[in-house]
């Protein structure tokens, strides 16, 4: 049970991973620094994943941070994650590749292993949306000495949904309704 709360938390900081077929040789190779500043991905985006919210960095300079809520409960307790870090590079005009890494430690402060998540968001047309079908989207879930214990396919997760936030803008993504959630 408790790796199924790792596996949402981490499902939820692979907040994109769009349609991408793989990284290019021509494209990685100019990945310059004005490529990676005029890329569309740069920014901030709320997201709503199928684990919960989510907010991700893309910066200019290829760095990349995904915010996930500190804590989760599992049948172990509470487990306390920190944000993701990594890197991104871009792999078409509207796709980026990212892989970034989550520490997790137990109620004690305990380093209790870590997860790393690859990802391929596709930035909308416009600008203003990331859509994630799932489909290339890989989880590997580490133990505190770094073997890996899994590793897991986004595909046939719920799609996720960022919107680019804004200066009073924060831009919350729509959250579809389930059996219970109010709806006045």
Known sequence: MRRRSVVIAALAGAFTSAFAVGRTPALAQEATPVALA???AVGAWNS????????????????NLVTLPATQAGPQGMSFVSTQAGRWEPISERRIHFTSVQFHSDANGVYTGSVTVDGYPEVSEDGQTLIDDQ???V???RDATGTILQEIPGAGSPPVIGVRMAVGAPNFPP???TKGTPTS
């Open 175 to 177: 959250v579809a309704a």
């Open 38 to 40: 005029n890329h569309p």
């Open 48 to 63: 709503m994943t199928p684990g919960g919210p989510a907010i991700g960095i893309f910066f200019p300079d290829g760095t």
């Open 139 to 141: 989880v590997t879930l």
């Open 135 to 137: 489909s290339l989207v």
